[in-house]
C-alpha cells in the first residue's frame, strides 16, 4: 500500500502562485510515477501533471504546460505541483495520485491505484 497526503492548497488571486506537496509513505518505490489530477463541480478528474520516480521524466496536460511545473524530493518522498499565472479556470480539488510505473499510460486516471485526500484550490478573478 502507499499512503499519499497533500498539502499547500488555499485561495489566491488570478495571476497568483501556490506550491500544492504529495507525501508519499508505505510501499513507495523507484517504479512508481506520482501525478496531480483536478476535478472541478460538476466536471470529471483530468490529468494535471505527472513524474516518473525514477528518472524524473515529467509530463503534463496542454492547459498548465508552461505554468506548472511538477518536481520530486527523493529524500523526503514528496512530490510538489509548483503553480504559476493561476487563473479561475484552475479552481477545483487537486488529487495526488500514484501509479506502477509501465513507461506510458500516464495520463489514463484508472491506471492510478493510489490517492491522496484533495486538497482545494481557488483561484478568484
Known amino acids: 500500500q502507499v499512503q499519499l497526503v497533500e498539502s499547500g492548497g488555499g485561495l489566491v488571486q488570478a495571476g497568483g502562485s501556490l506550491r500544492l506537496s504529495c507525501a508519499a509513505s508505505?510501499?513507495?518505490?523507484?517504479?512508481?510515477?506520482v501525478g496531480w489530477f483536478r476535478q472541478a463541480p460538476g466536471k470529471e478528474r483530468e490529468f494535471v501533471a505527472t513524474?516518473?520516480?525514477?528518472?524524473?521524466?515529467?509530463y503534463y496536460a496542454d492547459s498548465v504546460k508552461g505554468r506548472f511545473t511538477i518536481s520530486r524530493d527523493n529524500d523526503k518522498n514528496t512530490v510538489y505541483l509548483q503553480m504559476n499565472s493561476l487563473n479561475p479556470e484552475d479552481t477545483a480539488v487537486y488529487f495526488c495520485?500514484?501509479?506502477?510505473?509501465?513507461?506510458?499510460?500516464?495520463?489514463?486516471?484508472?491506471?492510478?491505484?493510489?490517492w491522496g485526500q484533495g486538497t482545494q484550490v481557488t483561484v478568484s478573478s
Open positions: 513524474i516518473t520516480w525514477s528518472r524524473g521524466t515529467t
Open positions: 508505505g510501499r513507495t518505490s523507484s517504479n512508481y510515477a
Open positions: 495520485a500514484a501509479m506502477r510505473d509501465y513507461g506510458l499510460g500516464y495520463s489514463i486516471r484508472t491506471n492510478y491505484h493510489y
